[in-house]
């Protein structure tokens, strides 16, 4: 497998415009993260979805943000409009359904580095 | 409070020293305790993972969980330079939402 693809890797765009982060999870991974990560914050949880539903959207910043995940193979994060504070590694990360056992472990994506001037 | 703390550094050694990183967390209802490498550039990935107390080892590196402090810490023996990267602790209370802490940024110098 090919891992988590995420696009596009670099993103540079001005502020007041619409960004817009793609992610393929992993095949057969029924879960999708989405992270944004900084060096003042780290990595922080922006949303999660379960087959194609979303389950926890509390660390969404605010209404410029959306996500969505309109099949298992696909997922979008939105950023409209964007901000010079929203410059940051935005990552995408799948999961498996592991039971009761094991730690749920997250494959990550390479990051999409988004650069707001 | 953080749920999560976990000091930045960055944190520089000479290759073959013992390299101790560590974190502290407030809610003793988690469960999980894991271990990500990040080299530059690139994503996470699973180092090591432990439930509840306890050591685990796997090869020059050992995870030890005290939950009685709430402190976890990641042991590397015998440090080589390409295990220079940022350490990111992570917990979870068995579910798919997870914490990290801020990452450990660490240099093994040749």
């Known amino acids: 497998d090919a891992g988590v693809i995420q696009s596009p890797r670099h993103e540079v765009t001005e502020m007041g415009q619409e960004v817009t982060l793609r992610c393929k999870p992993i095949?057969?991974?029924?879960?999708l993260f989405w992270y944004r990560q900084t060096m003042m914050r780290g990595l922080e949880l922006l949303i999660y979805?379960?087959?194609?539903?979303?389950?926890?959207d509390s660390g969404m910043p605010e209404d410029r943000f959306s996500a969505k995940m309109p099949n298992a193979s696909f997922s979008t994060l939105k950023i409209q409009p964007s901000e010079p504070r929203d410059s940051a590694v935005y990552f995408c990360?799948?999961?498996?359904?592991?039971?009761?056992?094991?730690?749920?472990?997250?494959?990550f994506g390479p990051g999409t580095r988004l650069t707001v001037l | 409070q953080k749920e999560v703390e976990q000091d930045p550094g960055p944190l520089s050694v000479p290759e073959g020293a013992i390299v101790s990183l560590n974190c502290t967390y407030s809610?003793?209802?988690?469960?999980?305790f894991m271990w990500y490498r990040q080299y530059s550039r690139k994503g996470p990935e699973l180092l090591m993972y432990?439930?509840?107390?306890g050591n685990k080892e796997d090869g020059r590196f050992t995870a030890q969980v005290d939950k009685s402090s709430k402190y976890i810490s990641l042991f590397i023996r015998d440090s080589q330079p390409s295990d220079s990267a940022t350490y990111l602790c992570?917990?979870?209370?068995?579910?798919?939402?997870?914490?990290f802490g801020a990452g450990t940024r660490l240099f093994v110098k040749a």
């Open positions: 992570a917990i979870n209370t068995g579910g798919f939402k997870t914490i």
């Open positions: 809610n003793s209802a988690f469960q999980y």
């Open positions: 432990t439930y509840s107390s």
């Open positions: 095949s057969g991974h029924d879960y």
């Open positions: 990360a799948s999961s498996k359904e592991l039971g009761t056992s094991g730690s749920n472990e997250q494959f």
């Open positions: 979805f379960n087959n194609n539903v979303p389950i926890d």
